[in-house]
């Protein structure tokens, strides 16, 4: 029987914890944690707002997970299903894609 353990640090005290991590380092030396949030604004949609919501619960995902940033690089990946994803998951999903291409 294998057993595999967490890494130490990941889960927080109130349970919580991200929804993945690289095994081998993917940054400065550290692993990649991720959170992926998917929002549905249906109930605000076609307004200003609508927008931003995605930016919105990323910024809370950072706020949430930040004792998890000084020793893993931690990506909040969120997603409003009926319009677009924050800016910085955008640009990982591209840096991740053109990693794996080389």
């Known amino acids: 029987m ?3 353990l967490e890494p130490a640090g ?11 991590l690289t095994l081998i380092p993917f940054e400065g030396g550290r692993s990649l ?12 949609s076609g307004g200003a707002e609508s927008r931003f919501i995605a930016e919105l ?11 998890l940033q ?7 990946i969120a997603v409003e299903i009926l319009d677009r994803s924050n800016e910085s998951a955008c ?6 894609g053109w990693r794996i291409s080389l």
């Open 33 to 44: 944690t991720w959170h992926v949030t998917v929002i549905c604004s249906t109930a605000d």
């Open 70 to 76: 000084n020793q893993y690089s931690f990506q909040p």
């Open 2 to 4: 294998i057993l595999l």
């Open 10 to 20: 990941l889960v927080r005290q109130d349970g919580k914890r991200p929804d993945g």
């Open 91 to 96: 640009a990982f999903l591209d840096d991740l």
């Open 57 to 67: 619960a990323a910024s809370r995902k950072q706020v949430k997970f930040i004792d």
